[in-house]
């Protein structure tokens, strides 16, 4: 059974960083891309991070680039996200997802909170 | 950046109705749509990918067609636990979600 299992999350002030961590199981987790969606309170969902099955390549939207960065280390099968000039519009729930070779995500964590709030 | 437009944007519908929910893209994106299902404090489930294929393990009354812009999501007789927010994906290039439609019973 794929599970996905995301720590990391809490309050964090305005311009401060935070780093999230998955940890995968039931699956070969360096065959696939995985990737980070988040999800503000109330709102859709927003695609954050994605990374290739090696580490070799990182691909990110405008709203975080060059100040998220997304890793993984294959050895312990476990995704990172670490977060940095954080702002109040990255307040939301954050999302591991498995990336299917089609592309888009069949599995996904159950999710960690991050606030940013003075 | 592609622009996923879903609607509507809510739908109240009875125990056994057909529902159809709409996806349009912002550009032709070939047949790369998925559809997810939201319970209310849940992770997004994946429900239909590449427009029309059903995940393993999802009930036959969730169908998708469409290709190019518009894409549909049926549900072929409603059920109570069907009650959830639907969100369409596009991965053609990189990813955009559509706003969701959120289902409820009438």
């Known amino acids: 059974e794929v599970q996905l299992v995301e720590t990391g999350g809490g309050l964090v002030q305005p311009g401060r960083s935070l780093k999230l961590s998955c940890v995968a199981s039931?699956?070969?987790?360096?065959?696939?891309?995985m990737s980070w969606t988040r999800q503000a309170p109330g709102k859709g969902l927003e695609w954050v991070a994605s990374?290739?099955?090696?580490?070799?390549?990182?691909y990110y939207p405008d709203s975080v680039k060059g100040r998220f960065t997304i890793s993984r280390d294959n050895a312990q099968n476990t995704l990172y996200l670490q977060m940095n000039s954080l702002r109040s519009e990255d307040t939301a729930t954050y999302y591991c997802?498995?990336?299917?070779?089609?592309?888009?995500?069949?599995?996904w964590g159950q999710g960690v909170m991050v606030t940013v709030s003075s | 950046d592609i622009q996923m437009t879903q609607s509507p944007s809510f739908l109240s519908a009875s125990v056994g109705d057909r529902v159809t929910l709409s996806c349009k893209a912002s550009?032709?994106?070939?047949?790369?749509l998925a559809w997810y299902q939201q319970k209310l404090g849940e992770a997004p489930k994946l429900l239909i990918y590449?427009?029309?294929s059903l995940q393993t393990g999802i009930p036959s009354r969730f169908s998708g067609s469409g290709s190019g812009t518009d894409f549909t999501l049926t549900i072929s007789s409603l059920q109570p636990e069907d009650v959830a927010t639907y969100f369409c994906?596009?991965?053609?290039?990189?990813?955009?979600f559509g706003a969701g439609t959120k289902l409820e019973l009438k």
């Open positions: 990374i290739t099955n090696s580490g070799g390549s990182t």
């Open positions: 997802t498995r990336a299917d070779y089609g592309g888009y995500s069949d599995y």
């Open positions: 994906l596009q991965h053609n290039s990189w990813y955009t």
């Open positions: 039931g699956f070969t987790f360096n065959n696939y891309w």
């Open positions: 590449n427009a029309n």
């Open positions: 550009q032709n994106i070939n047949k790369y």
